[in-house]
């Protein structure tokens, strides 16, 4: 009786912004043959990540290699999106030789490493590995951290005042769940931020784990892809904020899809995201627009006040040249005020 070879499935987890979807793109460009699928999960709306990663032109990464689950969090819709969505990929004529599992900035791994215990997909596929990507530059500055005094003097002037961090939460849960950490953006720190960042980071991991500096995502594959962690068969080693059964939701951040006119140039759109980035609770803007006179589609991606762009593809024949953004942010960010700003 010959033995079932498990498939192996990488889930890339990591905050807002932190490059887990150029990471996953550096992947498949150095794949070199290897049949890989990918499994991206969005909050909100409207698909972004699966439709840049089908537009990179890269060999083997079209549509079909891409499987989305956009508008949910796929730590909390295990039954009805994600186990559905790998049967679909395993049940291929060819199935992928590795699969990819790109989720959303706000979910929470240790769930989705559960879901690996189900009996329809437990005997096909294994976590080889949860690789959490940190955006450096959000933790040196203090994104995931609260400000000790200035919790003290909010508890002093109200004592009932929810003190509960939901950035530090999901980062914290992203870190307790991996078996390996990368630190991205690490060219946009100085050795002492770098050192300031790993040593943030190394606190809060439960267990001895490897951290990676990288910039732009850019990571050999075989530093990711084959740590054989077996990670369903150890879920007693990562430790989370939520206990097993209970609820988890997102009733702390939203998200809406704005429409953008087309911009003048690059930098014009640039600096419409950047000024909307300013409103109070704005996490991250993401999406496509038009440039006036430009064959190809400008991709725009905000993180705080970071903001990058660049040309992706050529529009397509026919295609609607709709610009959308998508913003996230805390619950109760001005939506209006967010508006007015990409209005110009």
């Known amino acids: 009786m010959s033995i079932v070879q498990k498939i192996p499935c990488t889930i890339v987890t990591g905050f807002l912004g932190a490059g887990k979807t150029t990471l996953v793109r550096h992947l498949l460009e150095q794949a070199r043959g290897r049949r890989l699928a990918i499994l991206v999960n ?61 989720t959303s900035g706000l979910a929470l791994p240790k769930p989705l490493v559960q879901a690996f215990q189900w009996p329809a997909i437990r005997s096909r596929v294994t976590v080889d590995g949860v690789v959490a990507v940190v955006d450096g530059p959000a933790v040196a500055a203090g994104l995931f951290a609260e400000d000790p005094a200035a919790l003290a003097a909010q508890r002093a002037a109200d004592a009932s005042v929810d003190h509960d961090n939901p950035l530090e939460e999901v980062f914290e849960d992203q870190l307790l769940c991996a078996d390996l950490v990368v630190l991205n953006k690490s060219d946009l720190l100085d050795a002492d931020a770098r050192a300031g960042v790993r040593a943030e980071v190394e606190r809060q991991l439960p267990r001895a784990v490897k951290v990676v500096e990288t910039a732009h995502g850019a990571i050999d594959p075989r ?120 209005a110009g």
Do not use: Y
């Not at 709306?45 to 989305?68: P, Q, T």
């Open 42 to 102: 969005e909050f909100g709306d409207v698909g972004f990540d699966g439709s840049f990663l089908a537009a990179c032109g890269v060999e083997g990464c079209g549509e079909d290699a891409i499987v989305e689950l956009p508008n949910g969090c796929i730590c909390c819709t295990v039954a009805d999106d994600f186990v559905p969505a790998l049967n679909t990929l395993l049940g291929r004529a060819e199935p992928p030789e590795h699969i990819l599992i790109e």
């Open 223 to 342: 530093v990711l892809l084959g740590l054989g962690a077996a990670a369903e068969d150890d879920l007693d080693a990562r430790p989370s904020h939520h206990g097993e059964g209970e609820d988890h939701d997102h009733d702390d951040f939203e998200t809406v899809a704005l429409p953008v006119r087309p911009a003048v140039a690059a930098a014009d759109l640039a600096a419409r995201v950047e000024r909307a980035a300013e409103t109070a609770g704005v996490l991250r803007i993401k999406g496509f627009a038009e440039v006036e006179g430009k064959p190809m589609r400008l991709v725009v991606q905000g993180v705080g006040r970071r903001v990058a762009h660049h040309f992706d593809r050529p529009w397509r024949p026919g295609e609607a040249r709709d610009g959308r953004l998508v913003v996230i942010g805390l619950k109760g960010f001005d939506r209006n005020a967010v508006a007015a700003a990409l």
